[in-house]
């Protein structure tokens, strides 16, 4: 089946629905969406969105903590038009019916790891989710568009799935659209577009541990990769120092938040450690705390460390954190208010991914990338707390205004004869168990390789095994028809694979980078991003 619309989203967290509210108002949009609609990382950030809303705060501030966290490799114009952005598209989120917290009128400012001054705006600790509320109560409004749950996209469409034989130029290529597998009727269907955007979120799941939601396999960046746009930074992966110990997958995450409010971490014997890894000790950035509580727990044998709040008071951590508070206490029989809480590292967050301009655009015409699945350049080697949600905002609206102009240009543009999808030749398979279970391998070599602390030893063992399931993954797709879990593992032993590309190429510690072989920062040779295309 053909769906034709004028804008194509893939994915639907803050990012892709901020997008689709704005170029509705120049054309017909589709949202397609792997499972229910607010199933993104937007909706398990807890934290909130990092922005200069206070006269104790500035934005040479908020530059300069920026610049500070991504450790020489953000590229500034970006990260000054995020933050002088931010506060307008702020007060967009409050226009639409956001609720963030206050206090006696104002906004209650919180603080997080790396930043000079309280700024975190936050919705209590379920920020994520009361803007995913708000933006979807929008979208259900509006005439233009339409959302796909259930919709798993495979490949976009490009030159090469043009009918006809044609040289592909793959410095001139051009996206129309996409293929995507409609699960509730097990069919693929053609969705062509003049405008995409790449909005699919992280790749945790590539990690044995992450606390990202089941979604997060990279689609947008293989995807994108596949079709020939340039790719960024992937080494830079960002662990999420605080996730409860020992609490399944998704690992439970105890907000940056918590550190901002006062909790200390200890070891499971009670020692206050962070002093010898940094002077802002639990404050620090998350890639020192992260390495801090790595090293602790290899040093000592540990299965974790503990994140005590017993010197706050109970009422206000209740108050401050009730999701996290009530989670805990429900779900893992933990009163965070009496006892402390024993956490440990996690995969969290991606600052590599599709290489964008300030205006979300890829190196592809007609497609575009926002939030986690792009690379701005507002990270660097280290996102700083709570820029995520903050950078998704701004570079969607950069992103809908410059691709509604593009939109108005080509609109009357052919779209060229676009091949069906060809199963032709493959098969229902029953021996999927033969390669399922490379899921779990490539997480576990991920985890145990290209994790906190890596070697040129371990990245080497990882490459020669991830090149061998890319390949199994690989033929095995070939002959198989898709399915939801065949198209993720595909997807994720390409990620894992072009994660383990970049760090192999950078032979130097920085930021979420640290290689026990080069243990100092070299700009003279690595003061620059790390491409693949």
Known sequence: MIHRFDFLVLGSGIAGLSYALKVALNGTVAIITKKEKAESNTNYAQGGVAAVMSSMDSYDMHIDDTLSTGAGLCHRDSVETMVKEGPARLRELMDLGVAFTRKQGELDLGREGGHSVNRIVHAKDLTGREIERALLARIAEHPNIQVFENHVAIDLITEHHVVGERVIDRTNIHCWGAYVLDEIRNRVDK??????????????????????????????????????????????????????????????????????????????????????????ESLAPRDIVARAIDTELKKRGDDCVLLDLLHLSAVSVKEHFPHIYNTALTKFKLDITKEPIPVVPAAHYSCGGVVTDIDGRSSIHGLYACGEVSMTGVHGANRLASNSLLEALVFSDRAAKHSAAFFGKHSNERIPEIKDWDESGTFNSEEWVLISHNRKEIQQIMWDYVGIVRSDLRLERAYRRMVLIQNEVETFYKKTKVTEGLIELRNLALCATLIIRCAMKRKESRGLHFTTDYLERDNAHFLSDTLVD
């Open 191 to 280: 969705f062509i577009a003049r405008v995409v955007l790449v909005a699919t979120g992280g790749l945790g799941h590539a990690y044995l541990h992450t606390t990202n939601p089941l979604i997060a396999t990279g689609d947008g960046v293989a995807m994108s990769y596949r079709a020939g746009a340039t790719i960024a930074n992937m080494e830079f992966i960002q662990f999420h120092p605080t996730t409860l110990y020992d609490s399944g997958s998704p690992s439970f995450l105890i907000s940056e938040a918590v550190r901002g409010f006062g909790a200390v971490l200890k070891t499971v014997d009670g020692e206050e450690f962070m002093q010898r890894y940094d002077k802002r």
